[in-house]
């Protein structure tokens, strides 16, 4: 299904990837493409990253600054194809800058902005670009889509995703297994959701439910922004996305919010200006950082609900993965990477162009994509489980 390699007029030669970021979910894409036959490179401000990328796999490391978009645009001038796996502040601008150099792109970052509003310039260039091709948004995204074309009428989408440490562990029951920043966004961020056809806003953390999960046990669910593109593509009357955590984790954030230790309005403290959030930061990262060999899980439920055949219907996929240790690979990181360098593979093959920013629910769109992409993650030890009712 994937073949990177490309012929010319002087011979076959290896396709070019291009991974912007080195952190724990970059250093896995980079590693996947380079299995699929890219030569691959990564780039990245921080020679620790760097480094670790290169551990995982034969790829060539370029220490740039990726805040910077003429720096991204030299990284990523003799590329193929381009990932992107940067924190959610950084999105945007690489977004820009990689559609400025006219090169085909698949992003993860879970940026704030409308990335709709460069559709224009990608279409311009005659780029295909991907973005949120993560677990979810992305996996969520696609089978959402898949399952409310497959019925006749869908009337509900839920999503329900959670990355969670195998060993819960006092206060927070909780570490984060990609950027910590854009963790807290969830707990800041206020929520989009679709109710009788219209978005509607909830604050983050809000509605909390209690769900009983095979293979997990109990967990709470609350409101996050992870619809983001579903709202306005899929004509779903109703759709949520909530995300998962261990019971207590709810109120233990609410507290931290509503004391203002999220806020990035600077504060005077004995006579020097801070901003709340960069002092929380300081202190609790840290304490979400995975140690070596400290095992995480994922946790995943996609639910379409309507009709088909004139009778009710629901589609539904689970996903439930632990770390891997064979290649000392969080899950998190595979769940979330996987997707991303599968699509790279299917727009350099040729097996989805469409010149445009697409969020990942445009793919469902292709008869036998989903199944295919499905396929993909099945070979690299991903299951999505599925169910009919």
Known sequence: ????????DEGPHMAKAVVLGAGMVGSVIAADLARQGFDTTVADRSEANLA??????AVKTVRADLSDAASIRRVVEPADIVCGALSSRLGFGALRAVIEAGKPYVDISFMEEDFTELDALAKARGVTVVTDMGVAPGMSHLLAAHGARTLDRCDVIEIYVGGLPRVRTWPYDYKAAFAPADVLEEYTRPARLVEHGKVVVRPALSEPELM???GVGTLEAFNTDGLRSLC?????????EKTWRYPGHIELMRAMRETGLFSKEAIRVGGVEVRPLDVTSALLFPKWTYGPGEEDLTVMRIVARGARGG???TLQWDLLDFYHAPTRASSMSRTTGF?????????HAGNYRHPGVNPPERLAEHAGL???????????GITYTA???
């Open 1 to 8: 299904m994937i073949a990177p390699h490309a012929g010319t």
């Open 52 to 57: 670790s990328a290169a551990g995982r796999a």
């Open 212 to 214: 009983d999960i095979p």
């Open 232 to 240: 306005a593509s899929l004509p779903v009357p109703f759709m949520k």
């Open 311 to 313: 009778k009710a219907a």
């Open 339 to 347: 997707p991303c360098a599968i699509v790279a593979g299917l727009i």
């Open 370 to 380: 989903v199944e295919g992409v499905l396929a993909e993650h099945a070979a690299r």
């Open 387 to 389: 169910s009919r009712t």
